[in-house]
């Protein structure tokens, strides 16, 4: 599989300078252990889906367009840490089984358009998009699987201004439909959150951003299940109870029903055309409520109990650069991990994933958006 740079525009998490990429890039070739799960996995697959939409398209942050309407489009690559390590066989049979080349690649093409309306200090917003996986690995259904994602719905107002302070309020709702396979597969109906922002910009120059929101998940079942109709019910495994309707047999952990998020971010101009951005954000999940038992011999002494939660961080830098009043281009960096280490002893590096580039929880980005 060629490894090509990823593309993405808009990364919200996205930073750094892709020809700095075989420098940063972990030289280590061991395998890389396993860490536990630290959310479930519906919850990271939307922060996974929340990322790769903020990160293409959404007009330009300067665009001083008078329109009601505006149509944006965006065309970008994202590529995994992993990309730049090479697999090893340390084993007895290395002379006779070799490691792929490819094997931690993750590489996949982005494509976004979005459609904004204003009226008076309101606008209103809707984005769809897709995502080609150009790597064998990635793709959760299939190798180098092409996935829609979700449709995002969003409305907000302009905000208010606190007098001579200068800090801006700024809310926000949204809504998720689950056009995606992996929403579809977790059952989601729909989700709905409430955003509030606050921003002050210093000097004339320096924004600096704090945003607040909460989301609640609908789903149809507490856990992810498919059709017994697609595999049949003779290929599927699972234990007794699980299955949640006469069609549908439930596999997997639990959903998240609920998510808090924080963000912090800084945008400096570094000159009229170029701009630095910085973000961190830390995002909590609680599945839904659970009757387990640790006393299932099938179940692991470690499952929680009740109601799970997790945690996961996400921080990135980026630069941007307008070519003309419409067309712009982004690189940068992002990841996406959990905030502690898995001894639980220290906090991660939230701009860089030091643990073990095979987990691909550190990429690059690099796109191009347009705004009419």
């Known amino acids: 599989m060629n490894k090509s740079f990823a593309w993405s525009a808009r990364a919200i998490l996205a930073a750094g300078l892709l020809f700095s990429a075989p420098a940063i890039a972990q ?66 049979w290395s002379d006779v089984v070799k490691s792929p080349d490819n094997a931690y690649d993750r590489v996949s093409v982005s494509l976004s358009v979005s459609g904004g309306y204003t009226v008076g200090d309101f606008n209103f917003g809707v984005n769809v998009g897709a995502n080609q996986w150009l790597s064998e690995g990635g793709g959760s ?9 979700d449709v995002s719905l969003d409305a907000g107002w302009s905000g208010y201004e606190f ?8 809310p926000s709702v949204a809504a998720t439909l689950p056009t995606s396979t992996a ?22 120059k320096v924004t600096i951003s704090y945003g607040l929101s909460g989301t609640t998940y609908f789903h149809r079942y507490t856990t992810p299940a498919f059709a017994l109709d697609s595999p049949g019910i003779d290929n599927v495994l699972f234990r007794a109870g699980e299955m949640v309707s006469p069609t549908h047999v439930a596999v997997g952990d639990r959903n998240s029903q609920f998510a808090l998020g924080n963000s912090l971010s800084v945008s400096v101009p570094i000159w009229s055309t170029l701009r630095f951005s910085a973000s961190y954000g830390l995002h909590a999940y609680w599945a839904y409520a659970g009757e387990n038992s640790n006393d299932d011999e099938l179940t692991s002494e ?61 990429s690059f980005s690099l796109g191009v958006s347009g705004t009419l």
């Open 27 to 92: 030289a280590t070739t061991e395998l890389e252990v396993a860490e536990p799960p630290t959310i479930p996995a519906e919850a990271e697959a939307q922060v996974e889906n929340d990322l790769v939409t903020d990160a293409i398209v959404l007009p330009a942050e300067d665009d001083e367009s008078k329109r009601a309407w505006s149509l944006s489009a965006g065309l970008g690559m994202n590529v995994g840490q992993g990309t730049f390590m090479t697999a090893k066989n340390d084993t007895e």
């Open 183 to 204: 929403s579809r597969f977790q059952t989601l109906l729909f989700d709905t959150s409430l955003s509030l922002g606050l921003s002050k910009t210093f000097f004339k």
């Open 141 to 149: 259904n299939a190798v180098q699987e092409f996935r829609l994602r």
């Open 302 to 362: 470690l499952a929680c109990v009740g109601r799970c939660a997790g945690q996961m961080s996400t921080g990135g830098l980026s630069l941007s650069y307008g070519i003309n009043d419409w067309l712009s281009v982004r690189a940068g960096l992002s990841s996406a991990q959990p905030p502690k280490t898995a001894d639980n002893k220290s906090f991660r590096f939230p701009f860089w994933n030091f643990t073990g580039a095979a987990a691909n929880r550190s």
């Open 163 to 170: 007098g001579e302070t200068g800090i801006r309020f700024s």
